[in-house]
Antibody, heavy 123, light 110 residues
Framework: EVQLVESGGGLVKPGGSLRLSCAASGFTFSTYSMNWVRQAPGKGLEWVSSISSSSSYIYYADSVKGRFTISRDNAKNSLYLQMNSLRAEDTAVYYC????????????????WGQGTLVTVSS | QSVLTQPPSASGTPGQRVTISCSGSSSNIGSNTVNWYQQLPGTAPKLLIYSNNQRPSGVPDRVSGSKSGTSASLAISGLQSEDEADYYCAAWDDSLNGYVFGTGTKVTVL
């Protein structure tokens, strides 16, 4: 069974940092692109970042560019999101989701999704 | 900052047909494929339609998607109580060089 499990969320003060992890199982992790998508409380979905299977291609939403860093460890079947200079507006449930192929593409879709991990930025 | 616009809500009685629109532009829907996601209350999103009109295995054929120009639509016929959820369209945006989601539509079964 394909499974994605996020962890690392929690309460952090504005300006602080947090590192999210996503553990993948049930598929050959090293052959798929991966993505982070977030959802603020009571709001819609917002794409955050994507990374290709070999980490050669990385994309970020403008809202997090320069503050967040996506990475992966194919040996550990894990995806990460390092979040620095956190702001109140970064408060959200963060989901990891698998892409379709090795490289993110305009024809891609996200499937499956993990259950999400909540990040709360507040003083 | 969603660039894909959806109606905030849609509703119908059991058995009826509901249609959700998704309006974009030439840089996203106009030049790329559209995917739809269903989010049941309190759960993670799930892929419902990919590549404009393709259903993943397990999605019933009463769910369908279409695209024309810079707009897309999701239709659910034979509405059931289990269809109560939030629905989001999504596409790659060539100008933003990233994925964009729609504003989301809450479907209520009356």
């Amino acid at each position: 069974e394909v499974q994605l499990v996020e962890s690392g969320g929690g309460l952090v003060k504005p300006g602080g940092s947090l590192r999210l992890s996503c553990a993948a199982s049930g598929f050959t992790f090293s052959t798929y692109s991966m993505n982070w998508v977030r959802q603020a409380p009571g709001k819609g979905l917002e794409w955050v970042s994507s990374i290709s299977s070999s980490s050669s291609y990385i994309y970020y939403a403008d809202s997090v560019k320069g503050r967040f860093t996506i990475s992966r460890d194919n040996a550990k079947n894990s995806l990460y999101l390092q979040m620095n200079s956190l702001r109140a507006e970064d408060t959200a449930v963060y989901y990891c989701a698998r892409g379709l192929k090795a490289t993110p593409s305009p024809r891609d879709w996200f499937d499956p999704w993990g259950q999400g991990t909540l990040v709360t930025v507040s003083s | 900052q969603s660039v894909l616009t959806q109606p905030p809500s849609a509703s119908g009685t059991p058995g009826q047909r509901v249609t959700i629109s998704c309006s974009g532009s030439s840089s996203n829907i106009g030049s790329n494929t559209v995917n739809w996601y269903q989010q049941l209350p309190g759960t993670a999103p799930k892929l419902l339609i990919y590549s404009n009109n393709q259903r993943p295995s397990g999605v019933p054929d009463r769910v369908s998607g279409s695209k024309s120009g810079t707009s897309a639509s999701l239709a659910i016929s034979g509405l059931q109580s289990e269809d109560e959820a939030d629905y989001y369209c999504a596409a790659w945006d060539d100008s933003l060089n990233g994925y964009v989601f729609g504003t989301g539509t809450k479907v209520t079964v009356l």
